[in-house]
């Protein structure tokens, strides 16, 4: 059974960097597919922020690609986000999911995330 774990600070404040951490457990996922992450800002839909494949080649949403880094350990089975300098506007429930044919097949419950100004 696979199953996706996301855990974080909870609380940041403006101009931090936000560290977020997805746990993959089941059937090796994380050595053969690519991983996501997304959020959902309180009255918005879903926001693509990037994802990373199985051997490390990363692609981030323009609108986030210049604070935005997506890493994987496969030895821990974790996939990470970094988001720097956050304002109020990524204030959000981070989710991270596995992709499949390019569309998130499994998701993890999500976190959230509240940037305090």
């Known amino acids: 059974q696979v199953q996706l774990q996301e855990s974080g600070p909870g609380l940041v404040n403006t101009s931090q960097t936000l560290s977020l951490t997805c746990i993959v457990s089941g059937e090796s996922m994380i050595n053969y597919f690519p991983f996501t992450w997304i959020r959902q800002s309180p009255g918005k839909g879903l926001e693509w922020i990037g994802y990373?494949?199985?051997?490390?080649?990363?692609s981030y949403s323009p609108s986030l690609e210049s604070r935005t880094s997506i890493s994987r350990d496969a030895s821990k089975s974790q996939i990470t986000l970094q988001l720097r300098s956050v304002t109020p506007e990524d204030t959000a429930v981070y989710f991270c999911?596995?992709?499949?044919?390019?569309?998130?097949?499994?998701w993890g419950p999500g976190t959230q995330v509240t940037v305090s100004s």
């Open positions: 990373i494949e199985w051997y490390g080649r990363t």
């Open positions: 999911a596995s992709l499949q044919n390019w569309s998130p097949l499994y």
